[in-house]
T-cell receptor, first 111, second 120 residues
Framework: SQQGEEDPQALSIQEGENATMNCSYKTSINNLQWYRQNSGRGLVHLILIRSNEREKHSGRLRVTLDTSKKSSSLLITASRAADTASYFCATLYSGYSTLTFGKGTMLLVSP | GAVVSQHPSRVICKSGTSVKIECRSLDFQATTMFWYRQFPKQSLMLMATSNEGSKATYEQGVEKDKFLINHASLTLSTLTVTSAHPEDSSFYIC????????????????FGPGTRLLVL
């Protein structure tokens, strides 16, 4: 299976703290994307990082990509209770046109 | 922009009946739509890819006669679960992609809110 892995599976923090989630994948990619899913809802696209990029920012989000280690991290700074959700990484593997989703990290931010 | 809707949001049906789920791109034309299935607290598993006007491409292990997909227009794709059984109970999510939305890169998918199916 090409499915990637995320860690941790679950993360519980207090408001104001930073949350870091990691994603590992199997083979070479075109890009890696992070999505957010609130309980029982669809996915919201957060950020896309291409294989030739190392870091990207969007508001309180910071994504890094290390192609040598086949891994990515998503950092949410100054977390809020509204950030509580599941976060998935998805990879677009080279030569493929469909996304492969990781298993996700459930983030709980307590007030 | 880039809104995708699904209907219904929730459906309960009896075993043996068929259920149709609609996926619409509201403000853009979706050349490609994807159907995913998600079990509780698990990841999304791609079921099939559909391109407007052509037959869907199913992932390995997905029964094409069980999960009928039709992508008759650039704004609508339907998934019909035929002769549904309790093991088909799941959360079904569609997504749409359009090269016009991200400069032709065809990289970003826009997801619908999902349909929860419960088969009794």
């Amino acid at each position: 299976s090409q499915q990637g892995e995320e860690d941790p599976q679950a993360l519980s923090i207090q408001e104001g703290e930073n949350a870091t989630m990691n994603c590992s994948y199997k083979t070479s990619i075109n890009n890696l994307q992070w999505y957010r899913q609130n309980s029982g809802r669809g996915l919201v696209h957060l950020i896309l990082i291409r294989s030739n990029e190392r870091e990207k920012h969007s508001g309180r989000l910071r994504v890094t990509l290390d192609t040598s280690k086949k891994s990515s991290s998503l950092l949410i700074t100054a977390s809020r209770a509204a950030d509580t959700a599941s976060y998935f990484c998805a990879t677009l593997y080279s030569g493929y046109s469909t996304l492969t989703f990781g298993k996700g990290t459930m983030l709980l931010v307590s007030p | 922009g880039a809104v995708v809707s699904q209907h219904p949001s929730r459906v309960i049906c009896k075993s043996g009946t068929s259920v149709k789920i609609e996926c619409r791109s509201l403000d853009f034309q979706a050349t490609t739509m994807f159907w995913y299935r998600q079990f509780p607290k698990q990841s999304l598993m791609l079921m099939a890819t559909s391109n407007e006007g052509s037959k869907a491409t199913y992932e390995q292990g997905v029964e094409k006669d069980k999960f009928l997909i039709n992508h008759a227009s650039l704004t609508l794709s339907t998934l019909t679960v035929t002769s549904a059984h309790p093991e088909d109970s799941s959360f079904y999510i569609c997504s749409a992609r359009s090269p016009g939305l991200d400069g032709g890169a065809r990289e970003t998918q826009y997801f619908g809110p999902g349909t929860r199916l419960l088969v009794l």
